[in-house]
Every structure is written in C-alpha cells, then in structure tokens.
C-alpha cells in the first residue's frame, strides 16, 4: 500500500478465513483504515492482489466487480449516514440499487434491519434525531440491507461510550454467530479486540508490515515482539489521554 509513492504497508500475506471475526489492529497512523479501503477497492493497491473467494477483486471487470461488492457489507468509522434521508430512507439505498424489489417489499426488509439492531419504531427518524450510538446500529442495518456473506467495520467503538460500544460488540458476535457472517474490523480498542477476536493481525508502522497474527490472547500472552507486546498490554495513559477509572478497568479486562 502506497500514498505518491511513499509506502505505507508492503509484504502483506494473510487470509481472513469464512465465518470468522478477523481483526485488523495497529497503533494510529499504521494504515489499519488504508488496508480497509484496499479490501473494499476503494483504493488499488501499489503491487499485489486481493482475492476475494479465490477471484482477483482489484482486476476484476466492472460486472465481476460490482458482484462482489453485492456480496460486501462496510460500516465506516462515522456511520456515513445521509443527513438528509431517514434511517428506513438510508437502510433503503443498497436494495433500491442491486435489487429489484419493489418498494412494499424494500420497506419490510428496512424494517427487519431496523429491528435487528434494536431500532424498530425508528425509520422515520433523521441522523441528526438520534444519538452516535443509535446511528452507529443504524449503519449496520444498512450495512446488513443485502444479506452480506462479508461485513467490514472501520472503528465500530470510535466515539461511543464503553457501555455503548460493548453492546455494538455483542451484536457483531450475533451477526456471527447466528448469520455465519464474516467478519473484519479495524480496531485499536483492546476490550473489543479481546472480547470479538477469532484472530487479529498487527500492523507494524515502524518495520511497515503485518508481524504477527493469531489470536490475541495468546498474542499478549507470547507476544512475539515488543511492540505487539507494548500494544496488547498498554496502559489507558498510553493511548493519548488520561481516562476514567470505568475506563482503565475496561481496557485491562
């Protein structure tokens, strides 16, 4: 992965096997977020290929293309909401264009989608009329409109509360373990990361590369570098600020 030629990430080599939760994880600036976009062909990598279930994504043609994406689910880091449409009006966009539903069938899957993550009763509300958390759940019923076999999150706990982000957590491990879903987040929260986690991948912005993967307990446990170590058993003052003892407690846990 690559910016105007400055490399961000190179020699990446790992597969997220079907039907598990696969963390990409890294201090900030390590390009967790940029592998994301690459995954979802926002972006093309600088050399190499992505396969998705065996067929090259990043060259494949505009119909192979577009049914794979079919296939995909994103939740982005702020939702990505539209401000000027309602959550059922959101939730509704991915099935007015890859489907051919008509629109009494498109409002009862909305719906469904709405009530899975907790926000029946809620369609006819804006973004703005919610809270961050509400409208995080509302992204993923979006993200969920088509029945995805892969949801990808980028900072699913960024900006919500450690209560609030821990039933975000459950709901991805329902996803799981009730839809058989495959699952990447990109994550630096450590009580997610050990709490959602089949296995996780380090990226390592000094050596600029991924150096370990597994998962994560038994990576804290035989960490297999310093800074895997430093980054699985830091402190809440390391990260950037000080936090709350409700806090500490969570990120130790």
Request: hydrophobic fraction near 40%; charged fraction near 25%; charge should be negative.
């Amino acid at each position: 992965m690559a910016y105007d030629g400055r490399v961000v990430m190179q020699e990446l080599a790992f597969q997220v096997q079907r039907g598990e939760i696969f963390v990409i994880m890294g201090g900030s600036g390590s390009g967790k977020s940029t592998l994301l976009k690459h995954l979802i062909g926002l972006r093309e990598p600088a050399k190499g290929e992505i396969l998705f279930d065996g067929a090259d994504f990043g060259h494949a043609d505009e119909t192979t293309r577009r049914g794979m994406l079919r296939r995909m689910g994103v939740l982005f880091q702020n939702g990505a909401l539209w401000s000027g449409l309602t959550l059922a009006e959101n939730v509704a966009l991915p099935m007015e264009a890859y489907t051919e539903l008509p629109p009494k069938a498109i409002a009862e899957v909305v719906s469904l989608k709405l009530a899975l993550v907790g926000l029946r009763g809620f369609e006819a509300f804006y973004p703005s009329e919610i809270s961050g958390g509400m409208r995080k759940r509302a992204a993923l019923a979006r993200a969920m409109a088509l029945d995805p076999e892969v949801l990808l999150f980028d900072e699913p706990s960024s900006g919500l509360d450690p209560i609030t982000a821990s039933r975000l957590d459950d709901l991805i491990l329902q996803l799981r373990d009730s839809f058989g879903t495959t699952i990447v987040v990109v994550s630096h929260d450590l009580s997610s990361i050990f709490k959602i986690a089949d296995r996780a991948g380090f990226l390592d912005i000094g050596q600029k590369t991924m150096t370990a993967l597994g998962n994560p307990t038994d990576l804290r446990n035989n960490p297999p570098s310093e800074e895997v170590r430093r980054f699985l058993t830091r402190s809440s003052e390391v990260v950037g600020h000080p936090a709350s003892d409700l806090q500490r407690t969570r990120i130790l846990q």
